[in-house]
């Protein structure tokens, strides 16, 4: 019967204590602050602001969409597999080349760049140099591994295994390139007929064009 008042006023101590509210509470000192359960937050956020509100819904829609699309799941899937797998590749790296080459620490990360190059230039037909100088707007927050498709990423993993293992057995760089840029072409072909990704993944804005491997 208060609340109709203009002079009524409720705080969120008493909010608490007249309900049993939960997940809000009020605290006084010098890290006081009134604190609430994220759900409790995002509502009143989006009753004070309008642009919090559409936010949320457009958050809430991509979410759905990305659920909702096998591609995406399977491409991220994929994603992590290679990832994982460059972790066997320079592991590689670090105990077979160089301790050849003698590279100083602070330019190690020169080689390591340069071999992950040399997939990219057997698989995607660039260097990430070359894709970046060619995708400039993409490449601010991509690089050409984030654009692969699913079959290029299940080759990449392949070719990273590989390679570690020509490393270990001493193969120079051009003949594990000549050997990669084959395995890469023969298992994209492979791939391809076999029909398993005719999609490309989908990118928000400017979608790159495809290079040819």
Same mark, same amino acid.
């Given at each position: 019967?208060?609340?109709?008042?203009?002079?009524?006023?409720?705080?969120?101590?008493?909010?608490?204590?007249?309900?049993?509210?939960?997940?809000?509470?009020?605290?006084?000192?010098?890290?006081?602050? *009134?604190?609430?359960?994220?759900? @409790?937050?995002? %509502?009143?956020?989006?009753? /004070? $602001?309008? #642009?919090?509100?559409?936010?949320?819904?457009?958050?809430?829609?991509?979410?759905?969409?990305?659920?909702?699309?096998?591609?995406?799941?399977?491409?991220?899937?994929?994603?992590?597999?290679?990832?994982?797998?460059? *972790?066997?590749?320079?592991?590689? @790296?670090?105990? %077979?080349?160089?301790?050849? /080459? $003698?590279? #100083?620490?602070?330019?190690?990360?020169?080689?390591?760049?340069?071999?992950?190059?040399?997939?990219?230039?057997?698989?995607?037909?660039?260097?990430?140099?070359?894709?970046?100088?060619?995708?400039?707007?993409?490449?601010?927050?991509?690089?050409?591994?984030?654009?692969?498709?699913?079959?290029q990423l299940v080759v990449l993993?392949?070719?990273?295994?590989?390679?570690?293992?020509?490393?270990?057995?001493?193969?120079?760089?051009?003949?594990?390139?000549?050997?990669?840029?084959?395995?890469?072409?023969?298992?994209?072909?492979?791939?391809?007929?076999?029909?398993?990704?005719?999609?490309?993944?989908?990118?928000?804005?400017?979608?790159?064009?495809?290079?040819?491997?």
């Open positions: 019967m208060e609340a109709g008042s203009n002079r009524f006023y409720l705080s969120v101590n008493q909010f608490v204590e007249k309900t049993n509210a939960i997940g809000l509470f009020s605290k006084a000192g010098r890290y006081g602050g *009134t604190y609430a359960h994220r759900d @409790i937050a995002y %509502n009143f956020g989006m009753w /004070l $602001s309008p #642009e919090f509100f559409l936010l949320v819904i457009k958050e809430i829609e991509r979410l759905k969409a990305k659920e909702s699309d096998p591609l995406l799941i399977e491409w991220d899937i994929k994603r992590i597999l290679s990832k994982t797998n460059y *972790t066997i590749h320079t592991d590689a @790296i670090r105990d %077979n080349i160089l301790p050849v /080459l $003698s590279v #100083e620490k602070t330019k190690e990360y020169l080689v390591y760049a340069s071999e992950a190059d040399m997939l990219n230039l057997a698989l995607f037909g660039c260097t990430a140099k070359d894709w970046e100088e060619a995708n400039p707007q993409l490449s601010k927050n991509m690089n050409i591994r984030d654009t692969a498709t699913i079959n993993s392949n070719m990273e295994s590989y390679n570690s293992e020509l490393i270990k057995q001493g193969a120079g760089r051009q003949v594990r390139y000549n050997i990669l840029r084959q395995m890469a072409q023969d298992q994209l072909e492979s791939l391809k007929r076999s029909h398993i990704d005719q999609e490309f993944r989908k990118i928000t804005g400017n979608t790159p064009s495809i290079l040819d491997s």
